[in-house]
């Protein structure tokens, strides 16, 4: 398979989806002429041509209100929204209509959308631009959200957002568009939704991540073999649907359980998961769930204190060697 950036796997998605169906189209902020703000667009417009790639006004909610009608009427539009913390002024058009009209229609009118946001921290541009509202999404029903770690599973996942009738939150981390993997070449290759990956193999603690959390995730196990403590490392892929059957049968087996969000720990998705870990595995724990998350405080700007609000790998392995000090 050919080796491939996180950037370049989103972009062959959204072309080879393009060549296969005519009612693909994109548009969004700068993503024509610019080739998008991180230039995952590249090349649509001289492929594909205006019609079907366009640039839009910065006016979010009109971005994700005209892909609702555009889905109920059979395009199906693929909207990129600069940075997920634009997402904030459209989440009448996303938590009302791209929602909730199939539920309210009945069933006779699908909403066959996909909303692409970068997102996440890292990267300087402080408190407005560098938050992570992944659990936002979660909690409203209705519309499924994906949040791929590698190459391979931006491509497998965002060719199966565009082809579900399901309207589709698709997240994208800032920092992981120049991370490289190998990406199968099959144009019919698609990631289901609901399916967790199991990363990494182990048997001491459950290391449970999601975008780039799960890199992190990665590289905290990699550290802890040098101890000799053997981590299995689960990539959610989804957030919703969430694969619960796959990281519960994993800390089943390991009997300790690391969740690692970048989100804020106040009402984070770590509480959810920790929460279902706890109704259905509670006998076989032999430590408490831990929560590794982006401390409840806005981004700083500062590179060294921006450091410290998101989980890092070193601080996923000293919880590991904390979690693994306690017994019930």
């Known amino acids: 398979m050919p080796e491939m950036t996180y950037r370049d796997a989103i972009n062959l998605a959204l072309k080879e989806e393009m060549r296969r169906d005519q009612k693909v189209v994109v548009y969004g902020e700068d993503v024509a002429l610019y080739e998008g703000a991180f230039k995952v667009t590249r090349g649509l417009l001289s492929e594909f041509g205006e019609l079907r790639v366009r640039d839009c006004p910065i006016s979010e909610n009109t971005i994700v209100g005209v892909a609702v009608g555009a889905a109920m009427a059979g ?82 996942l965002l060719k199966s957002s565009i082809r579900t009738d399901n309207p589709v939150i698709f997240l994208e ?18 990631v289901p939704f609901g399916k967790a990956s199991i990363m990494r193999q182990g048997e001491a603690v459950t290391l449970i991540g999601y975008g780039r959390m799960s890199i992190l995730c990665l590289q905290a196990a990699q550290l802890l073999e040098k ?24 800390v089943a087996k390991t009997g300790r359980a690391v969740v690692v969000e970048e989100c804020w720990r106040n009402a984070g998705l770590g509480g959810d998961i920790a929460s279902r870990i706890y109704e259905r595995c509670f006998d076989t724990l032999l430590a408490r769930v831990k929560r590794i998350s982006g401390l409840d405080v806005p981004m700083p700007y500062s590179r060294k204190i921006e450091k410290i609000c998101i989980p890092q790998a070193e601080g996923i392995v000293q919880g590991v060697r904390d979690l693994l000090n306690e017994s019930y």
């Open 173 to 190: 981390h800032e920092l992981l568009y120049n991370s490289k993997g190998e990406v199968p070449e099959d144009p019919e290759y698609l």
């Open 227 to 250: 101890e000799g403590v053997s981590c299995e490392v689960v990539d959610l892929r989804t957030l919703s649907p969430l694969d619960t059957e796959t990281f519960l049968a994993s």
């Open 75 to 156: 395009v199906r539009p693929v909207a990129e929204l600069m940075t997920v913390n634009f997402a904030l002024l459209a989440m009448d058009q996303i938590v009302n209509h791209m929602a909730k009209v199939r539920y309210m229609f009945g069933g006779q009118i699908s909403v066959p959308m996909v909303v692409r946001m970068p997102g996440g921290g890292g990267s300087q541009l402080g408190a407005q631009h560098s938050q992570s509202l992944e659990s936002y999404f979660m909690h409203c029903p209705g519309m499924l959200v994906a949040y791929p770690a590698t190459p391979a599973d931006a491509k497998g």
